[in-house]
């Protein structure tokens, strides 16, 4: 089963799928756990390479600019085959896709495409974006008067700031004034990069501090429209969110089985204790919930239905509860070998709960949620 | 008669349906059935659990968990010459031994203490009473002097000699620590009885702080076909010929505090060594069997250790209170403090309430271990009070007198041959419930710091990532939590009910 049943899904998506789940398979699995060491070992380099030969950093970047055109329920399909192997990959992905969707709501707002063209590893190579911050988290940093150089300021907790070339950066004018998007080269000499930070999951997915100073910067839409960009991304990347938790899921849940079988524990195989069924139980139900809300967002995202935006933030908020409770119990029917990293059970939890805080921490995101629904309903 | 006057016989018979005060009111019972000076220890072991978080454990705690993920070879030595300079290793063997003396009803707030500020290190602190608790439960006084006079010696010599439990073998996890599964266990470990002592062939796994440990009080069957029955004890020390440590895990969290491989190719262990032996005529012919009687120890050494489990997973669901909580004065989100959102003051208040409702449950636990459980004897008010006022050396000129058999006699009367099975089931009970609820209360409030945190939650140098790895530890080791909750339904629910069965 995929995030969106296969049956439905056209020829051309079908095949993005199959090509993430190989493309995983032979690129992904083998040396997973030492992958995992990052930032004490090598970055997955190869892997972030090729992801771009075979097209996944284009899947939602309009076909005009070179990219295949198709929205983030299809991105969302990769993301969720991706990480049921290793869910850092698709954090870059997903970093990427964000920083595409900020640029499609520029330009569908704007009507105008210029800034695509500034970008010279445009559908090849990741694009960075503070992607676990929502702006009401962070400080943007400012802009001098002439309207392009970013005078001075810091983002932390930047994904692929240090292995991509462009970043989706916002700023303010002022202290109190509404924020903007804009792109920045990371190349640039006012540019610092923290050293990678150590974080609990996605460690191959880099993040690092980045400050910038006196930096030429380019404006992505309208001046003041940030929030609005950043409110569209949020809802189509909440497909995303999900996803990756889904499938995080069904890799805790499938190795979860085999373990099962193979271990035996008080004179049985431990699947045949009904404590351990009920554990599988409970996992399973939480996969197949968070894959049918998941599902009718899809759907509802491809038809157009009204308000498909709520069902995607839902998918996302809620899958987040249910991939953490998963995955915990996924290593809680390893015991003592699922907290070790001989197995991969303990990186899926992580995993499982840094990509939780994708798009801002979970309670604000509840708040602005209502906040919205009262909004409309007035 | 007015009804809410009651008669003496009549109460009596109310408070013996269930619960009974002697099983869920332990905490209310020391009141007035342990010495009043009781809770000077309990203040004087949080206040040196404070003042060695704050000058010792804090300032390099995550400096060694980042140390640990660079290096999975390293081993923090230095701090463990640091706890010694402490004392810390003595500071709660009662002075009989030449320890301390601070009573064990202070370990507990003590271990939750050193394990709110980084629960690796407080770990090897920590698993050093496990292995004390390990032991003491053989009651065997001869080899108890000897391993704890020895840990006090060592650790005033600048070179500490920690003690360490080592039970979990490759193929025997969860059933070799519970009693009602021993039975099916799949060790593999040999124990062959030679001239002075035994042959011990096998490997052990999971044993934490085993590279830095000195006593290992390592558990075996004897006999494959009945090994609750033939269950058997040693004290093996580091140099023992034919003993050795493997690798050790690459784990999750609580990275400080190693998980060993020790392996035995071999290795003779003499008879002095043995601290407990299932198949010795004491045990085998007793009234109550082997199997009672070890069943019994496993609950003494589990309900206290449990009890610390718990301790420990109060301490790091306060490191996430308190982790988030300075996080949120400090913190804007959407132009204001994030103190200052209503959704972020009721996280924290759920946490607190977390924190504290853990705490309660655990010095339950403790009050049941001092009424009726391993520590029992020790909080008889007339032994208290005379193991407070005499002085050391006294004990030192006892040494002799412990040692002898008349001792382990008398201690093997008191804790198994008239040890009643329902304080043996409120002690055991109550250190499974503390144990998974604690756990799991802690793994709530790693989630809710990571919530209220956001991006910076997920980084390694704002600590709360560090607690949601080191909690998930909690859920599994001294059993899994679903073990434990079975073993305290077996213990508080079905011993009353004829009819029930277990492990079906």
């Known amino acids: ?378 | 008669m007015k009804p809410y006057r009651i008669s003496k016989k009549e109460k009596l018979s109310l408070l013996s349906n269930r619960p009974r005060i002697e099983e869920v009111y332990n905490g209310l019972e020391c009141q007035h059935r342990i010495a009043s000076n009781t809770h000077k220890d309990v203040e004087t072991a949080i206040a040196i659990g404070r003042k060695f978080n704050n000058e010792v454990i804090r300032p390099i705690a995550l400096e060694i968990d980042r140390k640990c993920m660079e290096d999975h070879n390293y081993l923090p030595h230095e701090f463990v010459r640091k706890a010694a300079d402490w004392g810390l290793f003595s500071l709660f063997l009662p002075k009989m031994f030449g320890g301390g003396g601070l009573n064990f009803y202070a370990i507990y707030p003590f271990m939750e203490e050193i394990s709110s500020s980084c629960a690796g290190l407080g770990h090897i602190v920590n698993v050093h009473y496990c292995g004390v608790a390990t032991l003491f439960p053989s009651m065997n006084m001869n080899v108890i002097t000897t391993v704890f006079r020895d840990v006090v010696k060592s650790e005033r010599q600048g070179k500490p000699r920690l003690c360490t439990i080592v039970v979990t073998e490759p193929e025997s996890g969860t059933d070799s620590q519970e009693p009602l599964l021993n039975q099916y266990s799949k060790a593999t470990s040999n124990v062959k009885r030679v001239k002075g002592g035994y042959i011990v062939n096998g490997k052990k796994i999971f044993i934490s702080s085993g590279h830095l440990s000195y006593w290992h009080i390592a558990n075996f069957f004897e006999d494959k076909s009945d090994k609750l029955g033939s269950w058997i004890q040693f004290a093996v020390p580091n140099g023992t010929k034919g003993f050795s440590f493997g690798t050790h895990e690459n784990k999750m969290g609580q990275l400080a505090c190693c998980a060993s491989e020790l392996l035995f190719d071999d290795c003779f262990i003499p008879n002095k060594l043995i601290s407990a032996r299932a198949l010795d005529p004491e045990f085998k012919d007793s009234e109550k069997g082997p199997r009672w009687v070890c069943h019994t120890i496993v609950d003494h050494v589990t309900g206290s250790s449990r009890t610390g489990t718990a301790a420990i997973s109060t301490g790091i669901a306060r490191n996430a209170y308190e982790t988030a909580l300075e996080y949120a004065r400090k913190k804007r989100v959407a132009g204001e403090l994030l103190i200052n959102h209503q959704w972020a003051q009721i996280i924290l208040s759920d946490m607190y309430r977390n924190v504290n409702m853990s705490r309660t449950v655990y010095m339950e636990s403790a009050a049941t271990l001092a009424l009726r459980g391993l520590f029992k004897l020790l909080f008889i008010k007339p032994i208290h009070h005379f193991i407070k006022i005499m002085p050391r050396w006294y004990f030192t000129l006892l040494t002799p007198i412990m040692k002898s058999r008349l001792a382990t006699w008398a201690m093997r009367q008191f804790y198994f041959h008239r040890y009643p099975t329902e304080e043996r089931n409120a002690a055991s009970g109550w250190g499974s419930a503390c144990k998974y609820t604690c756990s799991d209360l802690g793994v709530i409030n790693s989630n809710l710091a990571i919530d209220l945190m956001g991006g910076d939650g997920i980084r390694h140098d704002h600590m709360a990532e560090k607690c949601f790895r080191d909690i998930k530890l909690q859920q599994i080791y001294e059993s899994t939590n679903q073990v434990n909750q079975m073993n305290m339904f077996y213990c508080l629910i079905g011993s009353g009910i004829p009819e029930v069965e277990y492990f079906k």
């Open chain 1, 1 to 378: 089963m995929n995030a969106i049943n296969t049956d439905a899904l056209s020829a051309e998506r079908q095949a993005f799928a199959e090509l993430a789940k190989d493309f995983s398979a032979k690129k992904l699995f083998e040396n997973r756990e030492e992958h995992d060491r990052y930032p004490f070992a090598e970055l997955i380099t190869d892997a972030i390479r090729d992801a771009g030969v075979v097209g996944f950093y284009g899947v939602n970047l309009p076909a005009d600019f070179g990219g295949v055109g198709m929205n983030a329920g299809m991105v969302a399909v990769i993301l969720e085959k991706i990480s049921e192997i290793d869910a850092s990959l698709a954090g870059i992905l997903f970093s990427n896709a964000a920083a595409l969707e900020i640029l499609k709501a520029a330009a569908e707002s704007a009507g105008e495409t210029g800034i695509y063209t500034a970008i010279k590893t445009l559908g090849t190579a990741p694009i960075a974006f503070p992607m676990y911050d929502s702006p009401d988290e962070i400080n943007p940093v400012m802009l001098s008067k002439d309207g392009g150089t970013i005078f001075f300021g810091k983002i932390c907790n930047f994904a692929c700031g240090n292995i991509a070339d462009y970043a989706v950066v916002p700023v303010r004018k002022k202290e109190g004034h509404p924020y903007s998007y804009y792109l920045v080269d990371l190349n640039d000499k006012g540019v610092t990069k923290s050293a990678p930070l150590v974080t609990l999951g996605l460690h191959g997915c880099p993040m690092v501090d980045i400050s910038i100073e006196k930096t030429p910067a380019l404006l992505i839409g309208k001046e003041g429209e940030g929030a609005l960009y950043f409110r569209a991304m949020q809802d189509r990347m909440s497909l995303c969110v999900a996803a990756m938790l889904l499938g995080i899921m069904k890799g805790s849940l499938k190795d979860a089985f085999q373990y099962t079988n193979d271990r035996y524990q008080g004179g049985r195989q431990i699947i045949d204790w009904p404590l351990v069924r009920m554990m599988l139980a409970n996992m399973a139900l939480d996969a197949k919930a968070a894959e049918a809300i998941l599902s009718m967002a899809c759907q509802e995202l491809d038809a157009g239905v009204h308000g498909w935006e709520q069902t995607a933030q839902a998918a996302a908020i809620h899958a987040a509860e249910l991939a953490v409770r998963a995955t915990a119990d996924g290593v809680q029917l390893f015991g003592g070998n699922g907290y070790t990293k001989d197995y991969p059970q303990e990186k899926r939890l992580r995993d499982a709960r840094q990509a939780a805080n994708l798009l801002g921490m979970i309670p604000l995101r509840k708040v602005n949620y209502i906040a919205r629904i009262i909004e409309e309903m007035a």
